[in-house]
């Protein structure tokens, strides 16, 4: 890609041609989108969506897709059948012949579904396209990591031009075990949920704290209900919210003694009612065993409620202790039971904290600034 010296704006060989593809999973469609909304201010910018269309059939009307700004020429991809299915190839190959057809000058990769696009991955690279990878997990998380995404991994991150990260903490992982230099840029800020609650009032309620997102083991919601469980004598009518869907929730539930105090929301949360868990709540809490950046934090922070979590990973880079929230130790929960007490017994803190997050996100995790980092690194590749 090259650039006006003097106007520092991109130069189009073609006025067909795009500049750069975004190619995203559904799974990150909210930071996707934000950012290539972004970028398109800047370049000619295509986007392929991949999705694994299950409960909802509706990709446009049930996702973020229908936020991308419609000068961005947009493909769809939807898959069926498992992950590692031997369907997956003709997925892949579609996805290959988009990419090849619409020869970007750089093309973005931020963790393809399929596991076979290793392959076209190589053959894009003797073609002599340009890939950034966007890696999310340098490391999987501790439930997760099989060996053939390993060594997937291995190879798109050995021949990527460029690799960006989401945090330093992952950053530096990346150069530790793969001896690459990498980019960190930050989660950006995305205020959708926000624009569905605009003129709806929702009361925040006394004592409501909050668990939202997909339940898994390294989430450490076991420590959350451990914690809440020491608390509710002391904390009158404490309330834990967990909203998430979840393979399986009876290693939860038997950790559960008082079950007046808790709300159960274990399903996938549709995003059109995601805003209401967060406007109810005082606090997110995040217990966390690993993590290596997470987007509740900001989905918390732009409706103006702070988070606790544990200093794990990326994520305690999105907490400024005892400004937009509290860190706490991981695995503990005396630790996070005192922190919840803390906030939730001190209400003049609570209320700052609260004022604070609102303006603190949007400063910190502006999406143009960071669609513009991004577009600077892009622009490396050739210098």
Same mark, same amino acid.
């Given at each position: ?55 909802? %059939?509706? =990709?446009?009307?049930?996702? $973020?897709? /229908?936020?991308?700004?419609?000068? !961005? &020429?947009?493909?769809? #991809? ?58 999310? %997990?340098? =490391?999987?998380?501790?439930? $997760?990591? /099989?060996?053939?995404?390993?060594? !997937? &991994?291995?190879?798109? #991150? ?226």
């Amino acid at each position: 890609m090259k650039l006006n010296k003097e106007s520092k704006q991109p130069i189009v060989a073609r006025s067909e041609k795009l500049q750069i593809m975004y190619c995203s999973a559904d799974y990150f469609s909210d930071i996707a989108v934000t950012i290539a909304n972004e970028l398109s201010q800047l370049c000619t910018l295509g986007f392929i969506y991949e999705c694994q269309i299950k409960k909802f %059939d509706d =990709v446009k009307t049930n996702s $973020f897709f /229908h936020f991308l700004h419609k000068t !961005i &020429k947009t493909f769809v #991809i939807k898959r069926k059948g498992r992950r590692r299915s031997l369907i997956n190839l003709y997925y892949d190959s579609i996805l290959f012949w988009k990419i090849v057809v619409s020869n970007p000058g750089v093309l973005i990769l931020e963790t393809v579904a399929g596991p076979y696009f290793v392959f076209y991955f190589l053959i894009l690279k003797i073609l002599g396209f340009k890939i950034v990878l966007m890696l999310h %997990d340098v =490391v999987p998380h501790s439930e $997760f990591g /099989h060996w053939v995404d390993e060594w !997937i &991994k291995k190879i798109q #991150i050995r021949f990527a031009d460029q690799i960006v990260t989401f945090s330093k903490n992952q950053n530096d992982m990346l150069f530790e075990i793969y001896k690459r230099e990498g980019h960190s840029i930050k989660l950006p800020y995305k205020d959708y949920y926000e624009r569905t609650y605009s003129n709806i009032s929702i009361q925040r309620e006394e004592n409501t704290i909050l668990f939202f997102g997909t339940i898994r083991p390294n989430k450490g919601l076991e420590t959350l209900i451990q914690a809440v469980e020491i608390i509710h004598n002391s904390v009158p009518n404490i309330n834990l919210i967990i909203a998430g869907q979840c393979s399986d929730f009876s290693r939860y539930e038997a950790l559960i003694k008082t079950s007046s105090i808790y709300e159960l929301h274990i399903e996938r949360i549709h995003d059109d009612v995601v805003g209401a868990f967060f406007l109810r709540s005082q606090l997110l809490v995040l217990p966390y065993h690993d993590a290596t950046q997470s987007g509740p934090p900001l989905i918390a922070y732009g409706f103006g409620c702070p988070v606790i979590a544990t200093k794990v990973g990326g994520i305690s880079e999105y907490i400024v202790d005892e400004k937009t929230g509290l860190l706490c130790e991981k695995d503990n929960p005396l630790d996070l039971a005192e922190k919840i007490c803390v906030l939730l017994n001190d209400r003049v803190r609570l209320k700052r904290m609260q004022e604070e997050v609102t303006h603190y996100v949007r400063e910190e995790y502006d999406a143009r600034k960071i669609a513009s980092k991004l577009y600077s690194i892009i622009n490396d590749i050739d210098a």
